[in-house]
């Protein structure tokens, strides 16, 4: 059955009778895509739509020297790390060399959830402890004990709440949480780190972990307060645990001013893990460690990975790092990403149903309130303007716990033009909008 001969109505009914319900379908009327080049996705009439908010095609959509890389390799060889490959050797030396220098070790996976499953592991086993400490509205991945560490699952629909193990602290938000002012957030956060660390030590049970994105995702594209990650490290380390960065929305230069997000923070997590952007949509993972936390894991169980590091998907990260770099994306991403924050910033001076705007580079939320006072959430409002936006030819999407965070994080190939258009149609969309669902 060849997928492009399906319409609409019909391919929606197939995919209800054979694909799991709990996998959700964006927009109100589905799009169809059937490709994409660059920032721009094209739907089966050939409509052109501007890509604001897919990151994991993180240098383009089907970037011609990733597609490259991915066909040779393919038609030469695809096998398992079981045998030696020039291939392997290189993606790590080049992953580990734009990594701090205690980040020297290697392990490749195929997916976010993957890498973050398997720094559990190294965690637990490197430590001997139990416990976990995770920020209230993360997502860490879709596998059973990572719902388990993700409050973003499992305080949501279907969630089944906490187990014992895992400990909570509140969300580091400037904007909504309790500490707002940016001289003393930070520190402040974190000291919830340090409660939860000594709760760990009063149960009698050892610190494995404490896992944090290096920028909030899922939790509505927060950026941390200036010192939270390292003050956090301290309590972390002094209670026996390792910090994991948890890089899999942000890294490879979204953030413009670094390679990644743990480094605007001016920290070094013990263990790190990296997804999505890795390899511009081809699935791949990585976790980056310490030898030392390595040689902890080297305890007589092998860890093998079927996928995990076969040669295509090394020539593809490999290629994903060489674009970044020839293109000057990160450079690109500071540039441009700059240009949009500016444009959001004039649009929040005129909207008021716009609270904060807030990002780093081209990872950017704008969060909408029917108050400014109250930040009573605009989640119906958010929804609409999504909507509307896409019948206008921008893709965006929406998150954090109230729903109501306009989430921008497009291929890092967006231009200023692409900049101007989203904030030029994002104010129309609001002026339209407004009247129908707050002030
Ligand atoms: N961590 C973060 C911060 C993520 O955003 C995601 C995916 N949304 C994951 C982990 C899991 O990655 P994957 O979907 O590739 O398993």
Not at 171 to 198: F, I
Not at 244 to 272: M, S
């Amino acid at each position: 059955m060849q997928d492009t001969t399906l319409r609409h109505e019909e391919l929606l009914a197939a995919r209800r009778k054979h694909i799991g319900p709990s996998l959700s379908v964006a927009y109100d009327e589905p799009l169809k895509i059937v490709r994409g080049v660059m920032q721009y996705l094209y739907d089966e009439d050939e409509r052109q739509y501007l890509d604001a908010v897919n990151n994991v095609s993180h240098v383009g959509h089907c970037h011609p020297e990733v597609v490259r890389a991915a066909r040779e390799q393919m038609a030469i060889l695809n096998t398992n790390t079981r045998y030696l490959h020039c291939l392997l050797v290189e993606y790590a030396r080049r992953l580990c060399e734009a990594l701090p220098e205690s980040l020297s070790v290697c392990y490749l996976v195929c997916s976010g959830s993957e890498a973050n499953e398997l720094a559990l592991r190294l965690a637990k086993t490197h430590t001997g402890g139990s416990d976990i400490i995770v920020v209230d509205g993360a997502y860490h991945g879709n596998t059973t004990s990572l719902i388990d560490i993700s409050p973003y699952k499992y305080k949501g629909p279907g969630g089944t709440g906490a187990p014992p193990n895992v400990h909570e602290v509140v969300m580091p938000d400037v904007y909504r949480g309790p500490y707002n002012d940016p001289a003393t957030a930070g520190e402040l956060y974190a000291q919830h780190v340090g409660q939860a660390a000594g709760e760990v030590r009063s149960t009698g049970n050892k610190l494995a972990a404490f896992f944090c994105e290096s920028l909030m995702g899922c939790a509505g594209q927060i950026v941390l307060p200036d010192n939270y990650l390292k003050h956090a490290f301290e309590h972390v380390r002094n209670a026996g645990g390792v910090c994991v960065a948890d890089e899999i929305q942000v890294g490879f230069g979204r953030v413009g001013t670094h390679f990644w997000g743990f480094e605007t923070q001016d920290v070094v997590p013990d263990i790190v893990t990296l997804g999505k952007p890795i390899g511009n949509g081809h699935p791949l993972g990585a976790v980056v460690t310490t030898p030392e936390i390595a040689a902890s894991f080297d305890n007589g169980m092998e860890y093998f990975n079927t996928f995990g590091g076969n040669p295509v998907s090394c020539a593809v990260g490999l290629a994903v790092l060489d674009v970044i770099e020839n293109e000057g994306l990160q450079e690109h991403a500071l540039a441009v990403g700059n240009v949009l924050k500016a444009g959001l910033e004039r649009l929040k001076r005129r909207h008021e149903v716009i609270g904060d705007v807030r990002g780093m580079g081209l990872f950017l939320g704008v969060e909408l309130v029917t108050d400014r006072d109250t930040r009573e959430p605009a989640t119906e409002l958010a929804k609409s303007v999504i909507e509307e936006m896409k019948n206008r030819g921008i893709l965006l999407s929406t998150d954090g716990p109230l729903n109501n965070v306009l989430k921008i994080k497009p291929p890092l190939v967006f231009s200023e033009l692409n900049a101007d258009l989203l904030v030029k149609t994002l104010g129309e969309v609001l002026r339209r909008a407004v009247g129908r669902y707050g002030r």
